[in-house]
């Protein structure tokens, strides 16, 4: 146990003896010698990943040129979960896994940088109360870089240098304006992708960022059906690293909901006429800090089933986080909301036969996608196949946790379905709207909220009637289900909680430009 304060952002040896938490550790039948036993090294285990108490705090160690000594039978292995006390290796040979009982005790030796902790964040914002939107711009600063040559060079970012124009072309928000013309080809012609990322303080104090790599994949799908030139992993990470950097006292404090937004675009900025791919193209970084999305509410949302306008159809660009998408849902948007829905739920329109509304097809809502839990048990979800519905990283997060906690959500199922036999089952499938009638709790999944309950869905004015209601939804947080879901999903967020298949979900943005990419908190 180090008892000392360890000060931020510097560089440690550690030669720790003690059981020791190793998540997973890859030795090749070379490294070990089963008839040798204690004091059995292994040098540059470059995969080991161990977690020790430091001053209150669990440090992991990464493990570069670490030195792993195993002081017992090299034989004896367990795996599994990173936990206090217990030692997890797990040993692969050449032919087969091997995978014994017996604890260990190892010692450790290494280095470990100490985690770079946020600011506090900034004096005189009311963080919790911030809505859903663009909030405290002349506290701002952005990024913005653009090409001419159809390509994101070194000139923009060298990682092997970290050097480049995505770190030094930062502007005030409120007092540098983008230089358009009429002419600009993302005006006319709408050729603007766009992504949305949070980052927020864990529960230990650092910061965190969600799932970018996610964010960078959805993002080079888009530019490339807008025929955008995508940046690449290293330029994109570095542009979220860099908008928070600049930015980290807006990172709200720990707590529910609050978050700083992160923005990035690619859009179309040069001048033209014709109808052809934009002769210059900008790479944007913005930021917003936004508060608790459930604030002021006491219940879930009410939907309209939108039978009439469509949102997306097959071949089109509804699984694009184009600009465009977007743009489309504001006219229903404001006709749901004046007969008192809180949005729309759209369907697949070429599904839908009238007098048959019972098997259309559920796509999703303006900005987040819809979950069924049915009485059957069922977590479902609809379809990407389609090609139609955006693939969320929050839809992906909730689906893999899911199957992951299966058994852990089992309580909470047979809760709101009343069936004690009931067997958890995750899906990706078409769902129709009459399957609405047999689910026990609905939410929807995005950004803002995580998960929200939805209280309602019903039809509107001048279309077939349906409605339904779901009693879970009548207060927050929801169902059973949906809370737990919630619950666990924020755990993942704040650290709290963590599983081999959640590694590298979260990422510190204050960390090393190579760790922010390649590693995990």
Known sequence: MINDPL???????????????????????????????????VHQATTIKSSFQLCGCALPVRGRGVSLTVASDARSVVHGD?????????????????????????????TYRTPVLPPAPRAGIDFESLPWNLNEPEAHKYIHVTTTTGDWTSEHYDASSDTGLIITE??????????????????????????????????????AVFRPDKNHARFSNGAYAMCLPPPSYELFMRGVQAAVTENKDLIPPFGDGMKL???????????????HPSPRISLLFYVSPTGNYFKGKSAGLNLHLETIKSRAARGGMGAVKCSGNYGSTLRPLADAKKQGFDDNIYLELDSYQKGQLDKALLQELSAANIFLVLKTGE????????????????RDSVL???????EELKAAMIESTGDDSVTVTVSERDVTVGELRNATEVFITGTAAELVPLASIATGENEEEFITKFP????????????????????????????????????????????FRTGSM
């Open 261 to 275: 937004y992160i923005r990035p675009m690619l859009l179309g900025s040069g001048q033209q006429l014709g109808l």
């Open 472 to 515: 879970h939804g009548a207060t927050l947080p929801g169902g059973p289900v949906t809370a737990k879901l919630l619950s666990i999903l924020r755990e993942i967020m704040y650290g709290t909680r963590t599983c081999e298949m959640t590694e590298g979900w979260l990422k510190d943005p204050l960390a090393s430009p190579e760790d």
């Open 379 to 394: 977590i479902v979800t609809p379809s990407l196949d389609r090609g139609t519905i955006l693939p969320g990283v929050t």
């Open 170 to 207: 930062v502007k005030p928000y409120a007092a540098t304006p983008l230089d358009l013309y009429p002419s600009t080809t993302s005006l006319n012609y709408g050729t603007t992708i766009w992504e949305g990322l949070k980052c927020y303080r864990t529960a230990s104090g650092r910061a």
């Open 82 to 110: 990173t936990s206090m006390g217990s030692t997890y290796i797990k040993m692969v040979t050449d032919s087969t896994l091997e995978c014994y009982s017996t604890v260990v005790y190892v010692d450790l030796t290494g």
């Open 400 to 406: 893999a946790l899911a199957k992951e906690y299966s």
């Open 7 to 41: 000060p931020q952002g510097v560089e440690i040896g550690l030669h720790l003896g003690a059981h020791a938490g190793v998540r997973r550790g890859y030795f090749k039948n070379s490294d070990f010698d089963p008839s040798r036993r204690k004091e059995e090294s």
